[in-house]
């Protein structure tokens, strides 16, 4: 963050006792004064006259989401659940049964189970409707009230009411609230390869990735040909995390910068600030994107893409070359503002443009991979302009397209192929890995 929230407060409360002396700020102010005084002559018009009595909070909650819709997409106020939502986002932990779960026809609906939580182990499976909480009918009722039901108090029980397709009759659970980790590090192992799939940047996703790193060893016995890591659906998270991946797999040199509203507000993160040295030991290293990679996970791309460190393979990224920095704003609330952009090492702006794989890799195990629409910063409404410019028409580009490429959904299927761009990274460093890996990872 460019500064602390406590500094931004001490700020602002030196300056509301400081005279204003300068004729420049009191034109500011009494322009702000004239505003607010518009507002507040259509606020008490609204609540005098509008069709139906309205409340005080829903009115100013209203107020403050305009304000800040007038800005970028990003910056937002949360309350209430929006806020629990936001801890968990960022913190990657909370107290539930560890369900996902969506609203069908006004009924809760079981996408999945958290692998391990509460539900998973009572039975509780995908496509299953929860239709009574506590004894209490849900059906029909808001889908946030049923999620701040469901969670609570680690420790504390609830009793659910299932309807499962094909049961009989409907299926009764009582299960005991736990603290649920959301995973945001898997590790796994694929033809002498380690695929380290990230998910989102929470609390310790940089230290998690560092044992991925040691759990492909164990698995393996020796070090792998190299590393894939799969940024692709990784919306992003926290700056600090994205830094501490980054560094995973870097010696030196600079990470991320982020500037601010000033020219002189810059901030720059460096490797080695969070461990030390290469932990990969300089195998190679593909990093995998496409339209869903955004925010933190192309600060990791665009960093180890500019140190030369990986190569990026799949399609272009989001474009979210933004920082928000979250504020409190009393006990259960908080401002999500943007207040700077990012740039990679090489001084490269994402906004708009995203990162650009080094090897363009179509997702053709998807049918409909050419037809399905992609949304990307650039097509929101109100998003911040790159402030570069620049034309990539002038760089030079590879025209010839591999032949594999012209495969269908179906053929791949034939051969077992379910993720083609995860395939081609793995037959990629399968190739590169046997050139430069050591004897002990060659085995």
Same mark, same amino acid.
């Given at each position: 963050?460019?500064?602390?929230?406590?500094?931004?407060?001490?700020?602002?409360?030196?300056?509301?006792?400081?005279?204003?002396?300068?004729? /420049?700020?009191?034109?500011?102010?009494?322009?702000?004064?004239?505003?607010?005084?518009?507002?507040?002559?259509?606020?008490?018009?609204?609540?005098?006259?509008?069709?139906?009595?309205?409340?005080?909070?829903?009115?100013?909650?209203?107020?403050?989401?305009?304000?800040?819709?007038?800005?970028?997409?990003?910056?937002?106020?949360?309350? +209430?659940?929006?806020?629990?939502?936001?801890?968990?986002?960022?913190? %990657?932990?909370? *107290?539930? @049964?560890?369900?996902?779960?969506?609203?069908?026809?006004?009924?809760?609906?079981?996408?999945?189970?958290?692998?391990?939580?509460?539900?998973?182990?009572?039975?509780?499976? /995908?496509?299953?409707?929860?239709?009574?909480?506590? *004894?209490?009918?849900?059906?029909?009722?808001?889908?946030?009230?049923?999620?701040?039901?469901?969670?609570?108090?680690?420790?504390?029980?609830?009793?659910?009411?299932?309807?499962?397709? %094909?049961?009989?009759?409907?299926?009764?659970?009582?299960?005991?609230?736990?603290?649920?980790?959301?995973?945001?590090?898997?590790?796994?192992?694929?033809? *002498?390869?380690?695929?380290?799939?990230?998910?989102?940047?929470?609390?310790?996703?940089?230290?998690?990735?560092?044992?991925?790193?040691?759990?492909?060893?164990?698995?393996?016995?020796?070090?792998?040909? *190299?590393?894939?890591?799969?940024?692709?659906?990784?919306? %992003?998270?926290?700056?600090? &995390?994205?830094?501490?991946?980054?560094?995973?797999?870097?010696?030196?040199?600079?990470?991320?910068?982020?500037?601010?509203?000033?020219?002189?507000?810059?901030?720059?993160?460096?490797?080695?600030?969070?461990?030390?040295?290469?932990? /990969?030991? +300089?195998?190679?290293?593909?990093?995998?994107?496409?339209?869903?990679? /955004?925010?933190?996970?192309?600060?990791?791309?665009?960093?180890?893409?500019?140190?030369?460190?990986?190569?990026?393979?799949?399609?272009?990224?989001?474009?979210?070359?933004?920082?928000?920095?979250?504020?409190?704003? %009393?006990? #259960?609330?908080?401002?999500?503002?943007?207040?700077?952009?990012?740039?990679?090492?090489?001084?490269?702006?994402?906004? &708009?443009?995203?990162?650009?794989?080094?090897?363009?890799?179509?997702? @053709?195990?998807?049918?409909?991979?050419?037809?399905?629409?992609?949304?990307?910063?650039?097509? @929101?409404?109100? #998003? @911040?302009?790159?402030?570069?410019?620049?034309?990539?028409?002038?760089?030079?580009?590879?025209?010839?397209?591999?032949?594999?490429?012209?495969?269908?959904?179906? &053929?791949?299927?034939?051969?077992?192929?379910?993720?083609?761009?995860?395939?081609?990274?793995?037959?990629?460093?399968?190739?590169?890995?046997?050139?430069?890996?050591?004897?002990?990872?060659?085995?």
């Amino acid at each position: 963050m460019l500064r602390s929230f406590l500094q931004v407060s001490a700020a602002v409360g030196a300056l509301a006792i400081i005279p204003i002396t300068s004729g /420049a700020m009191a034109g500011v102010d009494t322009s702000s004064y004239r505003e607010l005084d518009t507002f507040m002559e259509v606020y008490n018009t609204v609540k005098a006259n509008y069709v139906e009595k309205v409340d005080d909070k829903t009115l100013v909650k209203g107020a403050i989401d305009g304000m800040l819709a007038a800005l970028d997409p990003h910056s937002s106020f949360a309350d +209430g659940l929006d806020y629990d939502n936001l801890k968990i986002q960022t913190e %990657g932990n909370y *107290g539930g @049964l560890g369900l996902t779960v969506t609203q069908q026809d006004g009924a809760v609906k079981v996408i999945a189970p958290n692998d391990d939580g509460p539900a998973a182990r009572a039975g509780i499976k /995908a496509g299953d409707y929860i239709t009574h909480l506590d *004894g209490k009918f849900i059906v029909g009722g808001s889908l946030d009230e049923a999620i701040t039901q469901m969670r609570g108090q680690p420790g504390t029980k609830i009793s659910l009411t299932v309807v499962r397709p %094909g049961a009989d009759k409907p299926l009764q659970f009582t299960l005991t609230r736990e603290v649920i980790t959301q995973k945001s590090v898997k590790a796994d192992v694929k033809d *002498g390869v380690g695929i380290i799939r990230i998910s989102t940047f929470t609390a310790h996703t940089g230290g998690d990735t560092a044992l991925a790193i040691q759990e492909i060893d164990k698995k393996l016995g020796h070090k792998p040909l *190299g590393y894939i890591i799969d940024l692709r659906n990784n919306g %992003g998270g926290l700056l600090t &995390e994205a830094i501490g991946v980054s560094d995973v797999f870097l010696n030196h040199g600079e990470i991320v910068s982020q500037r601010g509203r000033e020219k002189t507000d810059i901030e720059r993160y460096y490797a080695e600030s969070v461990f030390p040295g290469d932990l /990969a030991k +300089g195998l190679p290293v593909i990093v995998l994107t496409d339209a869903g990679t /955004a925010s933190a996970s192309e600060i990791v791309a665009g960093a180890l893409q500019d140190h030369h460190r990986a190569l990026v393979m799949g399609v272009r990224s989001f474009g979210k070359g933004s920082v928000q920095t979250i504020l409190p704003m %009393g006990p #259960h609330a908080a401002l999500r503002l943007t207040t700077a952009r990012y740039y990679t090492p090489s001084g490269h702006s994402v906004q &708009e443009g995203g990162i650009k794989p080094d090897i363009a890799v179509p997702q @053709l195990s998807d049918p409909d991979y050419k037809s399905r629409p992609e949304l990307r910063e650039a097509d @929101l409404r109100r #998003h @911040l302009i790159n402030m570069e410019k620049v034309d990539d028409s002038v760089l030079e580009t590879d025209s010839t397209s591999d032949p594999r490429f012209t495969a269908t959904a179906d &053929e791949l299927k034939k051969k077992g192929i379910t993720d083609f761009q995860l395939t081609y990274a793995v037959q990629t460093l399968a190739r590169l890995g046997n050139k430069t890996a050591p004897a002990s990872a060659a085995k």
